[in-house]
């Protein structure tokens, strides 16, 4: 698609489950930011990708969080012992991150629901 | 870290009227501002962006000014029409390190 595809738009889970979601970037976009939204709140960054640089992992709320981002392409964000705290809508962003600033595009979101 | 604070968390305009939206931003070193506005659950879609280098920047309706000495940039929405109704967020981020801060949003409803 033209678009950042996120999936599952829906997860709903129990307390102490692990969850992993998925982001597929604009094709050609080399940087890819994971970001969270709370209900009724803005946009609270977690986790940038850029090309082959180590990530900048400095929004992570805790060590229960973590992404990948394999072959410069998709990415995962795995959530490891859910909270309820986490509940929120998970939102993947591409850009094509070269030179200045681009703009970020983003997907639909995962609203994820703990339980 | 950077900060952006934005101004007001809701705001009612009459149809045809023109709205404003504020921010202010703490780290110098922004040089990138965009606007985002979101519907009812639906993903934030890029309006309209600035980077610090102009002082304005107009499409159509929609326009940004930025004031890089006071650290503060504002959307003005012009002839407002029932489809503008949304959430409206502000955001910076700087050279070297894209990661956008988002302000809080602006709750701007248009009343027909």
């Known amino acids: 698609g033209a678009g950042v595809s996120q999936s599952p738009s829906n997860k709903v889970t129990e307390k102490g489950k692990d969850v992993e979601l998925r982001c597929d970037p604009i094709?050609?976009?080399?940087?890819l930011y994971w970001y969270r939204q709370s209900l009724g709140q803005g946009l609270e960054f977690l986790i940038y990708?850029?090309?082959?640089?180590?990530?900048?992992k400095s929004g992570l709320p805790s060590d229960r969080f973590s992404a990948e981002r394999t072959g410069g392409s998709v990415s995962t964000l795995t959530i490891q012992r859910t909270q309820q705290e986490d509940s929120a809508v998970y939102l993947c962003?591409?850009?094509?991150?070269?030179?200045?600033?681009?703009?970020?595009?983003f997907g639909d979101g995962t609203r994820l629901s703990i339980l | 870290g950077e900060n952006v604070e934005q101004h007001p968390s809701t705001l009612s305009v009459q149809e045809g009227d023109s709205a404003v939206i504020k921010c202010t931003y703490s780290?110098?070193?922004?040089?990138?501002f965009p606007w985002y506005k979101q519907e009812l659950g639906k993903r934030p879609q890029l309006i309209i962006d600035?980077?610090?280098?102009?002082g304005e920047k107009k499409d159509q309706r929609i326009a940004v000014t930025l004031n890089k000495t006071a650290k503060h940039f504002s959307l003005h929405i012009t002839e407002t029409q029932p489809e503008d109704s949304a959430v409206y967020f502000c955001?910076?981020?700087?050279?070297?390190?894209?990661?956008?801060?988002f302000g809080t949003g602006t709750r701007l409803t248009i009343i027909p």
């Open positions: 600035i980077r610090s280098n102009v």
């Open positions: 955001a910076a981020s700087k050279k070297g390190n894209e990661k956008l801060t």
């Open positions: 094709s050609g976009h080399t940087a």
């Open positions: 990708f850029q090309g082959n640089s180590a990530p900048d």
């Open positions: 780290d110098s070193a922004s040089n990138y």
């Open positions: 962003a591409s850009s094509l991150g070269t030179g200045a600033s681009q703009p970020q595009h």
